[in-house]
């Protein structure tokens, strides 16, 4: 199984920071990769897929890079409505897996 | 519009069985493949298996954890989704989310509480 380690699991920070969260995956995985955003008893939502498209309707504050076993979520400017947990996804193989999450929290 | 719906959550023994639906609409479900997402009280996400669509020979994958005791499947004349559960254990508490491939759409998730 590819294993997906994410970082950090949490991190504080204020509006108008600059944010960025990483994601490692065990093997390459191209750029099967897509990030989520979760808010408290909320579903998941989709911000970005293939590792660096902007799921529409999503602000463009939100952005992925990366392919092969390093990627990243950067946040440009963290707005209010932004503090929520965040997951990736890799989907090059079976099982598809999960990071662990990382929680963005107000400074 | 978009939408996924689940239904059949609920309070199960261990050792017990649920079957969850979720239906679909505003796209064309025959073409979808369709996804099982669950997270458990306080965790994170945990993706359950996944169906292809027939035309792509409706095939299922599982994970290790559900293997042999959880069966996806579907119905494309209802637009329904289905997840049977069996054998269930205190440790598949969660809530259930259906999702359409590569979780570009979400139902709004069903709780299942395995409790004696």
């Known amino acids: 199984d590819i294993q997906m380690t994410q970082s950090p699991s949490s991190l504080s920070a204020s509006v108008g920071d600059r944010v960025t969260i990483t994601c490692r995956a065990s093997q390459g995985i191209r750029n099967d990769l897509g990030w989520f955003q979760q808010k408290p008893g909320k579903a998941p939502k989709r911000l970005i897929y293939a590792a660096s498209s902007l799921q529409s309707g999503v602000p463009s504050r939100f952005s992925g890079s990366g392919s092969g076993t390093e990627f990243t979520l950067t946040i440009s400017s963290l707005q209010p409505e932004d503090f929520a947990t965040y997951y990736c996804l890799q989907h090059n193989s079976y099982p598809r897996t999960f990071g662990q999450g990382t929680k963005v929290e107000i400074k | 519009e978009v939408q996924l719906v689940e239904s059949g959550g609920g309070l199960v023994k261990p050792g017990g069985s649920l079957r969850l639906s979720c239906a679909a609409s505003?796209?064309?479900?025959?073409?979808?493949?369709m996804t099982w997402v669950r997270q458990a009280p306080g965790k994170g996400l945990e993706w359950v298996g996944r169906?292809?669509?027939?035309?792509?020979?409706?095939?299922?994958d599982y994970a290790a954890l559900v293997k042999g005791r959880f069966t996806i499947s579907r119905d494309d004349s209802q637009s329904t989704l289905y997840l049977q559960m069996n054998s269930l254990q205190t440790e598949d508490t969660a809530v259930y989310y259906c999702?359409?491939?590569?979780?570009?759409?979400w139902g709004q998730g069903i709780l299942v509480t395995v409790s004696s």
């Open positions: 999702t359409t491939d590569l979780g570009g759409t």
């Open positions: 505003g796209f064309t479900f025959r073409d979808a493949w």
């Open positions: 169906i292809k669509s027939k035309t792509d020979g409706g095939t299922t």
